[in-house]
């Protein structure tokens, strides 16, 4: 990967759940990684949120205040046409990493 390989990552793991589910605040994308990685995976708002501004910078992703479901407001995050781009890269580079790691494994 190009960038830092956590920032990546958590990159590819924020484009990948907007891509799931078209927008989300915050709060959503954390509950929806540590769903998805059955707990496994946690964020911290302090990596999360800088991140999504990173992000939204570059032009990957849009936001937009809106109310939630329990009518408190809540910034939601969407992909752009350069987010998806980004993702596709961003997956591809992320296979490959781990086909690196593979191979290194099987020699170790």
């Keep these: ?25 915050g709060y959503g994308i954390v509950l929806h990684m540590q769903s998805a990685s059955e707990e496994l995976l946690s964020v911290e708002e302090g990596s999360l949120y800088p991140a999504l501004h990173r992000m939204e910078m570059s032009g990957w992703i849009k936001s937009e205040w809106k109310l939630t479901d329990t009518g408190r407001k809540a910034k939601y995050y969407r992909l752009t046409p350069a987010g998806r781009k980004e993702l596709d890269k ?19």
Excluded: T
């Design 1 to 25: 990967m190009a960038r830092n390989d956590l920032q990546g990552s958590l990159d590819l793991l924020v484009l990948k759940s907007l891509s799931h589910f078209g927008e989300l605040h």
């Design 90 to 108: 961003a997956e591809k580079n992320f296979e490959q990493l781990v086909k690196g790691i593979r191979a290194i494994l099987r020699y170790a």
